[in-house]
């Protein structure tokens, strides 16, 4: 049983450590929209840390908002749950834990990225099973579209060298990435290129593209030297 106690502590005192944190990026639009909410008076859940470190282990967009409301004063104070924690371990464990039963949705990256994380600290299947919250037959689903990243670039699952795969570098799976091939990955889209390729087909089919937007122009000539060369 953990021992937990409330506090109050200023927002600039919490600590965003992505060793700990069970997903893969933060989301801008649900951060937003927690503004949204606590400015017409709506109050959000107190934000849990480890009590020694002050990490965050429940509460990093909760944070983000107060902070963006608060015009990123972190003298602000906010309400929290401070957690005695007896091991890194037991810290990553609840902060999945808690992750995984409220506020945004972990998404498929985000449930492969807690299955690393927690066996990289020693939890067996089983245990990750009951608490991630998902089917033990489901593990092993989810962790084969990995990839191992250079050591160094400081993007994979924190406690391995895996990347975890979005759909549109799935392909990619089992082979080891180059430095390049990492940094590039974390541009791409959640969805398929295939899909991405016949948007932009569409724009320019139907004569969408803003063709003042001088930015734009250069992007899609890049892109048809790109394409000139790559595809035979």
Do not use: F
Not at 129 to 137: A, K
Not at 181 to 199: D, F, I, K, N, W
């Amino acid at each position: 049983m953990l021992h937990e106690k409330k506090c109050c502590l200023p927002l600039a005192s919490l600590v965003e450590d992505m060793s700990i944190y069970p997903r893969h990026a933060i989301d801008g639009m649900h951060v937003a929209s927690l503004v949204s909410a606590l400015e017409v008076g709506n109050d959000l859940p107190p934000i849990r840390i480890d009590r020694t470190s002050k990490r965050i282990t429940d509460g990093w967009h909760r944070r983000r908002a107060r902070l963006r409301l608060a015009g990123n004063d972190g003298a602000q104070k906010t309400e929290c749950i401070a957690v005695d924690y007896g091991s890194e371990a037991e810290m990553i464990a609840d902060a999945v834990r808690c992750n995984a039963i409220h506020g945004r949705r972990l998404d498929a990256l985000d449930r492969t990225r807690c299955i690393l994380m927690l066996r990289s600290v020693g939890l067996n299947d089983a245990q990750i099973s009951q608490t991630i919250m998902i089917p033990e037959t489901k593990i092993e689903k989810l962790v084969v579209r990995v990839a191992e990243a250079p050591k160094g670039t400081g993007l994979a699952v924190p406690g391995t060298q895996m990347i975890v795969l979005k759909q549109a570098a799935a392909h990619l799976a089992g082979e080891k990435m180059t430095k390049g091939q990492v940094e590039a990955h974390g541009m791409m889209p959640g969805t398929s290129l295939v899909l991405v390729a016949r948007q932009l087909g569409e724009a320019l089919r139907h004569d969408l593209i803003d063709w003042e937007n001088e930015r734009l122009i250069e992007a899609l000539r890049e892109l048809r030297d790109l394409l000139t060369d790559k595809v035979k």
